[in-house]
T-cell receptor
Framework: GAGVSQTPSNKVTEKGKYVELRCDPI?????LYWYRQSLGQGPEFLIY????????DSGLPNDRFFAVRPEGSVSTLKIQRTERGDSAVYLC?????????????FGPGTRLTVL | KQEVTQIPAALSVPEGENLVLNCSFT??????LQWFRQDPGKGLTSLLL?????REQTSGRLNASLDKSSGRSTLYIAASQPGDSATYLC????????FGTGTSLTVIP
């Protein structure tokens, strides 16, 4: 596609439920990033993929959060046993090549609300 | 840990003014710095990317500078327009990825 896409655009769930957020990067981009953004804050890094592997997952807040990118393209961020504090906008970005060399292009985000 | 600070947090200017947004970071071991704009309820739009070996980048009315040794970058916007109203974020890429909290810009017609 022309840009990074994310689905769903909005997700409302109840505390304790499981959610999956999807990211489709720009075609040909090998690097993919997940961030989350709370109101009035800058995005906070979660995880970075280079190809199929997680090159850096140090931003994942705890073991309820997990992300995969099995074929080196689409990625899914998975959150188990959601908590109200997980409510935020989850942003995905992609870039060509290595993270340090290239611009990151962002998707529109998924707004997650945990009731 | 890298800390990225943006000052001011909010700025309001009349249309036509030139303005400067500031970004400072504590660890100069970075690969690049990128400026974004974010419109309310939207994702981030990339404006300019400056590699660590570069001093500045220009795109239209925007000019971004980077002084790695002092841990500073500025985004200069010439002849501001109401359509420039948005939140501007800087992000640094080093061993990890850090964003500032942004500057909310309002350009008054």
């Amino acid at each position: 596609g022309a840009g990074v896409s994310q689905t769903p655009s909005n997700k409302v769930t109840e505390k304790g439920k499981y959610v999956e957020l999807r990211c489709d990067p720009i075609s040909g981009h090998t690097a993919l990033y997940w961030y989350r953004q709370s109101l009035g804050q800058g995005p906070e890094f979660l995880i970075y993929f280079q190809g199929t592997g997680a090159a850096d997952d140090s931003g994942l807040p705890n073991d309820r959060f997990f992300a995969v990118r099995p074929e080196g393209s689409v990625s899914t961020l998975k959150i188990q046993r959601t908590e109200r504090g997980d409510s935020a906008v989850y942003l995905c970005a992609s870039s060509r090549g290595q993270a340090g060399d290239n611009e990151q292009f962002f998707g529109p985000g998924t707004r997650l609300t945990v009731l | 840990k890298q800390e990225v600070t943006q000052i001011p947090a909010a700025l309001s200017v009349p249309e036509g003014e030139n303005l400067v947004l500031n970004c400072s970071f504590t660890d100069s071991a970075i690969y690049n710095l990128q400026w974004f704009r974010q419109d309310p309820g939207k994702g981030l739009t990339s404006l300019l990317l400056i590699q660590s070996s570069q001093r500045e980048q220009t795109s239209g009315r925007l000019n971004a500078s980077l002084d790695k040794s002092s841990g500073r970058s500025t985004l200069y916007i010439a002849a501001s327009q109401p359509g420039d109203s948005a939140t501007y974020l800087c992000a640094v890429t080093g061993n990890q990825f850090y964003f500032g909290t942004g500057t909310s810009l309002t350009v008054i017609p």
